[in-house]
């Protein structure tokens, strides 16, 4: 391994560490590739409604059973640098469109391989780069002029949207009624601002509870929060609610600075303990007059405070999440409080109904009924604890597609199509740019038709006769067909109404340029010597490091 260093006189001059490792030129490249291709051949199975599951176990013997690209990269503990990159493109791809991860990362893994046969051609990796940035800027253009427009108030195509998305998901069972809770959820949270829809997917709170069927899984109009209530003695329904928030604890308080009371007599003692009761006494009068009838309280209660909320009949749960509190805002119109006794009628929030039922053997309280709520839960429900937590991660994907849809109001054809499209557009349009950078977009054309290619490969049919049959359907003016994967065979996507956010796609492309374009970009890999590890420092994967190559 090279070392960074000189000769003086015939002496050695190190300026790396001892145990320092480095790789230089075409062997750092091919490294970095050839990483970054493993990781994304790893999930590249699990594309389209026919890819298959991972299962993932920990050291701890922890199991997921997932098809969702960024779950898998990050339970696959990745410690390669240019690893680490694709599991980057993955959870950007999460956080900012929901779904589409694999799409991204297996994108980026055939860019990497195209351009790894160009620098075999001897074309400078700068030169690349500049083509495959020009092609990506070229991708969002035809997908733009490609897009189908969708209004917020088209709730058929919204539900198929959010079908397309659970389809080969774990909640694929209940598609056309998960579709249609999805929908509803979204469009209960979306507000306008500045003449903008804004959906803030936070307020969705999803939560699950093994046990029963995934078609039990429901939509509820208002919040559920997984507390009991907590004094036996308070009514387990409450109808009408009147709600206060408070971010106050119901208990006396102790002093600011370290005090010390003295008490020498029983009728001292007797006199403290009273002046405490009476405190708390108040503060639940206080509570009472205000009209409110239901308390959630982000701080504790104390148990004589318990006591007198349970004789007045007002329902309470103590130490709620702040997130809660938060959603609870927005779902009753209650504001959060943090001192008692500013508490007023005007502060309270409303509900139809509250009232604590046992979900697989636990106390959850149920705020439903709510009127025009901004913030929903739903209600996840599975056999397993597996089925559960896949549940709740394409429940996850479904919210962020059509979240994506109603903001931006545009859709592309899904099933390979618009994928087919941009290869054949980025190809004539490579015929207009001189130079080596034609030979970059030519491939980046090459490599976004992994995605139809792997859906024809997942359903059994011939991935090559397949893209060849797609080419030419769409060369003839068939520019709406894609593989129709339940089926094995080309057919209209448009007919199938198989949609896909614009975003999702313009997301996945970009990413995947941008990880490509980074990793072509190294030349050089100094690694530190790693004190105490055997073999040298370089990172997992790399001669000198242990384990298995690339993870």
């Known amino acids: 391994m090279a070392q960074l260093g000189g000769q003086l006189g015939g002496q050695p001059i190190l300026v790396l560490p001892e145990g320092a490792q480095r790789l230089l030129g075409r062997d750092a490249q091919r490294t970095n590739i050839s990483v970054a291709r493993a990781v994304a051949s790893a999930i590249r199975t699990t594309l389209g409604p026919k890819g298959m599951d991972k ?6 013997g922890d199991i997921v059973i997932t098809n969702d690209g960024a779950t898998i990269l990050d339970e696959m503990n990745i410690e390669h640098p240019a690893g680490k990159m694709m599991v980057e493109v993955a959870k950007t791809q999460d956080e900012e469109v929901g779904d589409g991860t694999t799409t991204a990362v297996v994108i980026a893994g055939e860019l990497l391989k195209n351009a790894e046969e160009m620098l075999d051609q001897k074309i400078h990796p700068s030169l690349i780069v500049r083509g495959y940035s020009m092609a990506s800027d070229k991708c969002i ?14 709730d058929e195509k919204l539900k198929q949207i959010a079908k397309i998305s659970l389809t080969g998901k774990g909640a694929a069972r209940g598609g056309e009624k998960f579709a249609e809770i999805v929908v509803k959820a979204v469009k209960q949270v979306a507000e306008t601002r500045n003449g903008k829809l804004i959906i803030d997917k936070d307020y969705i709170k999803v939560e699950k509870k093994q046990g029963g069927d995934v078609l039990d899984t429901e939509l509820i109009n ?9 004094h036996s003695g308070m009514p387990k329904l409450v109808k009408n609610a009147k709600i206060g928030l408070l971010d106050a604890a119901l208990e006396v308080k102790e002093t600011e600075t370290n005090a010390e009371i003295r008490i020498t007599s029983p009728e001292q003692l007797q006199g403290f303990l009273e002046q405490e009761e009476k405190m708390l006494k108040d503060m639940v009068e206080h509570i009472k007059s205000t009209g409110a009838n239901v308390i959630f309280c982000q701080k504790g209660i104390d148990d004589l405070a318990q006591h007198f909320l349970a004789k007045e009949g007002i329902f309470a749960v103590r130490r709620v999440k702040k997130s809660d509190m938060e959603k609870l805002s927005k779902a009753t119109g209650a504001k959060v409080i943090t001192s008692i006794k500013d508490l007023s009628s005007t502060d309270l929030g409303e509900a139809g109904r509250i009232e604590e039922k046992k979900i697989a053997g636990e106390n959850m309280v149920f705020i439903e009924d709510c009127k025009e709520p901004k913030a929903v839960t739903i209600l996840i429900r599975g056999g397993t604890e597996h089925v559960v937590d896949e549940a709740e ?5 479904a919210i962020g597609v059509v979240a994506s849809t109603l903001e931006d109001g545009k859709v592309v054809l899904g099933g390979g199509c618009i994928e087919t499209e941009l290869s054949l557009e980025l190809e004539d349009y ?11 977009i030519m491939n980046f054309a090459k490599a976004i038709e992994v995605i139809p290619r792997t859906l024809a490969e997942s359903t059994g049919m011939d991935p090559i006769d397949t893209l060849v049959d797609l080419k030419a359907k769409h060369q003839q003016g068939n520019k709406t067909y894609g593989v129709d994967v339940l089926k094995a065979k080309a057919a209209d996507m448009e007919k199938l109404k198989v949609l896909e956010p614009t975003r999702i796609k313009e997301q996945a492309i970009a990413s995947a ?18 004190k105490g590890k055997e073999g040298g420092g370089m990172p997992g994967g790399m001669p000198g490091a242990g384990g298995m190559p690339g993870y």
């Open 393 to 397: 991660r394409s429940i996850d994907d």
């Open 141 to 154: 253009e035809i997908l733009n002029k490609n897009s189908i427009k969708v209004s917020p108030e088209d």
């Open 513 to 530: 340029s941008e990880v490509a374009e980074m990793i072509l970009r190294i030349d050089d890999i100094i690694a530190a010597s790693s």
């Open 222 to 230: 208002g919040i559920v929060i997984d507390k009991e209530r907590v």
């Open 55 to 60: 299962m993932l176990v920990d050291d701890l």
């Open 430 to 440: 490579a015929k207009t740019i001189g130079g080596r950078e034609q030979l970059a």
